[in-house]
């Protein structure tokens, strides 16, 4: 599996950055890695995702120019960096990754973190 860390209260504007690494012995190129937030009574939607050619993406308006992906492949490590934050982006966020399909959705994932909480508020 993955693990991830770094989530916490921030106030709004605000940053975070969120880190993910394989808890077994693996290297990331193999899969492609995406990020997903689940916020109370919601779905579990795609944030973002860096395919196995290095390309990344960040998929819903709300938070492209304020969050961005990366991956440290000599740290076998990827990161969600989240600026300027919302109380709407307030959610537990989940690592993944898929080693089935080239893209990040949901049902796509054969790898996932256990989540960590962010919670923006003043």
């Known amino acids: 599996q993955f693990e991830a860390s770094g989530g916490g209260m921030v106030q709004p504007g605000g940053s975070l950055r969120l880190s993910c690494k394989p808890s077994?012995?693996?290297?990331?190129?193999?899969?492609?890695l995406g990020w997903f937030r689940q916020a109370p009574g919601k779905e579990r939607d795609v944030i973002s995702c860096?395919?196995?050619?290095?390309?990344?993406?960040t998929y819903p308006d709300s938070v492209k120019g304020r969050f961005t992906t990366s991956v440290d492949h000599a740290k076998n490590m990827f990161y969600l960096q989240m600026n300027s934050l919302k109380p709407e982006d307030t959610a537990v966020y989940y690592c993944?990754?898929?080693?089935?399909?080239?893209?990040?959705?949901?049902?796509?994932?054969?790898?996932w973190g256990d989540g960590t909480l962010v919670t923006v508020s003043s």
């Open positions: 860096i395919t196995r050619n290095g390309r990344s993406t």
């Open positions: 993944a990754a898929s080693s089935i399909v080239d893209r990040c959705f949901t049902n796509g994932m054969d790898f």
């Open positions: 077994y012995v693996v290297t990331l190129d193999r899969f492609a």
